[in-house]
Structures are given as structure tokens and as C-alpha cells.
Nanobody
Framework: QVQLAESGGGLVQAGGSLRLSCAAS????????MGWHRQAPGKQRELVAA???????NYADSVKGRFTISRDNAKKTVYLQMNSLKPEDTAVYYC?????????????WGQGTQVSVSS
């Protein structure tokens, strides 16, 4: 029905930058909110950033001023620009998309991309 393809993770030194992308495809009528979550080993999955269809954003306190979420509606893609990365940002990052499809409204998750920040 709907597929999400993530890219952009990797290994970076503290203070470095990475940009994550998540492209949605399939039977999509409308994309509502889009977001990024992360899960570090031994910890619960947490919201990192989200953006509404109107462009309003919200961020976890731990990433405010360092991360920027954006979206390209024509490409059905959400981005996460991560600057000034810290070792504590190390986690698997998942995109999450609220989609209205031909089959109804549902949440979809990406497969996850590893972000590792070395000190």
C-alpha cells in the first residue's frame, strides 16, 4: 500500500552533520504529519521532530537548535538535517508518516537507519 524508503544514516564524529531522507510511495491520496523518531540501545523510542502538512514543526528539547525537519510535498519526502551531532544522538532513526490512502488513514514507519556519533 504505502512504502517508506529511508536514507542518509552513517558514522560521523561529534560536531559533524548528517541529513536523513524518507520518501513515501504507493497508494497515497494525502500525507498529513511526518516525523522522525529514534531508539537508542536499551531505551524507548522517542519523538525527535515532527512537521504538519501546513509546515508547523516541533522538536524534542534535546535537539532544538541543532536539528531541522523539513518536507517536500511534491516529492512526498521528509528530511532531518542534523548538525552539531553529539554521541548521545547515536540511535536508529525511524521516519513516521500519517497517510490518507485509498484504503483509509494510517501510520507508516520506515525500516530505520543507523546514526552513530563518535566522541
Amino acid at each position: 500500500q504505502v512504502q517508506l524508503a529511508e536514507s542518509g544514516g552513517g558514522l560521523v564524529q561529534a560536531g559533524g552533520s548528517l541529513r536523513l531522507s524518507c520518501a513515501a510511495s504507493g497508494s497515497i491520496l494525502r500525507i498529513n504529519a511526518m516525523g522522525w523518531h529514534r531508539q537508542a540501545p536499551g531505551k524507548q523510542r522517542e519523538l525527535v521532530a515532527a512537521i504538519t502538512s501546513g509546515g508547523s514543526t516541533n522538536y524534542a528539547d534535546s535537539v532544538k537548535g541543532r536539528f531541522t525537519i523539513s518536507r517536500d510535498n511534491a516529492k512526498k519526502t521528509v528530511y532531518l538535517q542534523m548538525n552539531s551531532l553529539k554521541p548521545e544522538d547515536t540511535a536508529v532513526y525511524y521516519c513516521n508518516v500519517d497517510v490518507q490512502s485509498y484504503y483509509g488513514r494510517d501510520d507508516y514507519w520506515g525500516q530505520g537507519t543507523q546514526v552513530s556519533v563518535s566522541s
